[in-house]
């Protein structure tokens, strides 16, 4: 079992930043490709970004690409999503998944294991 549990949503303004944590407890941090994803309301769970085992590979949504970073410190048992010149678009419930695989990118069927997600409201 890998228990996740998320920090750093809330409410910010467009153009602001945010940091959302994660920290892992339970089995191997280390052993796992780990991802974002977001969910608004009345809309389907997507991929937001995802890091490789080693964080050597990180992938994104085309909709963030360029705004978010995902990183990782295996250290900490923790990853990280810096979000950078939120949009109102960026609104949504942000889950951190444990991942059995990097490849294929993006896939919810890949999770292992969610967090319980963190609010991000982004306000003009």
């Known amino acids: 079992q890998v228990q996740l549990a998320e920090s750093g949503g809330g409410l910010v303004q467009a153009g602001g930043s945010l940091r959302l944590s994660c920290a892992a407890s339970?089995?191997?941090?280390?052993?796992?490709?780990m991802g974002w994803f977001r969910q608004a309301p009345g809309k389907e769970r997507e991929f937001v970004a995802a890091i490789s085992e080693n964080g050597g590979n990180t992938a994104y949504a085309n909709s963030v690409k360029g705004r978010f970073t995902i990183s990782r410190d295996d250290g900490r048992n923790t990853v990280y999503l810096q979000m950078n010149s939120l949009k109102l678009e960026d609104t949504a419930v942000y889950y951190c998944?444990?991942?059995?695989?990097?490849?294929?990118?993006?896939?919810?069927?890949?999770?292992?294991?969610w967090g319980q997600g963190t609010q991000v409201t982004v306000s003009s």
């Open positions: 998944a444990a991942l059995r695989n990097f490849y294929p990118v993006g896939r919810r069927e890949s999770v292992d294991y």
């Open positions: 339970g089995r191997t941090f280390s052993n796992y490709a």
